[in-house]
């Protein structure tokens, strides 16, 4: 009997990886990414085909994490809450900028729901995979600083208006010292917005529940203990996490094409 097959993009990508090691045992895997499976360190496996391409743009991503952080967001944010620099105490407005995360293994767990029932659902249905509400930067920094220094650290909260002001000055300077920092303009659109979530319709139609013990919050500890333990593996994964990965020349000109509605 011939195996289900699977269309996997952004194959080589971190939620990708974690798809393809879990999933190639009992389907045939169609993987498309924009680097190669020895340059992702992406599993191989008969069952998988690989295909290098670019499909369109990747902005809109889940907060997915794991255990060695890998989201770029949260990893800069440890980075800075954890130092010993004039900013490791700042949050943005009131700290109130929120938004769900879901561990890597919930990501698999919901996928392989989504195949067990991939038959009773409609043509076309949108599930979420995303845990309810969100998380705030207070409450992320409240756990963190817990964790590592033993006790909360009292945040500075810098008013909305004048972060615009500081993150250009930084990226100005940025230019200068060659280290420009994470933060970006758009980003300040976002201060003090909460982005809940609300997968009732999606637990209720697969019978999929993230998992308590999965939590962002429960899993900080686990977290900061990686990031204290093992500083070399935990910036190779997170900084592997950041890359993008470069275009062949036949994409960069269907990018160039695109841009310019040619």
Known sequence: MPLPRLVITRASG??????LDALNGKNKIFANARRSQKQSGAPIH????????DIGDYDALAAVFSDWCEYPVLYMF???WLSDTWTSNVLAGRGKSSVPYLHIRDVVSFFKALLDRIDQLEHGEILMASTDGSITHRELFDEVTLA???????????PKLLCPVGVHMRRFFGNFTGSRPFESPWMCRYIDRQMNMDGSKTRARLGWNPRPRLEIL????????NYRA???????RNTAAMKVAPLLLHLKIHSLMKAHGI
Not at 218 to 225: A, H, L, N, Q, T
Request: glycine share 6%.
């Open 14 to 19: 971190f939620v990708g990886r974690y798809l």
């Open 46 to 53: 008969p069952n998988i085909l690989w295909h290098r391409a």
């Open 78 to 80: 440890l980075g800075t």
């Open 148 to 158: 590592y220094f033993g006790q909360r650290k009292n945040p500075i909260f810098m």
């Open 218 to 225: 429960r899993r900080i500890p686990f977290i900061v203990e």
């Open 230 to 236: 093992e500083p070399a593996e935990w910036h190779h």
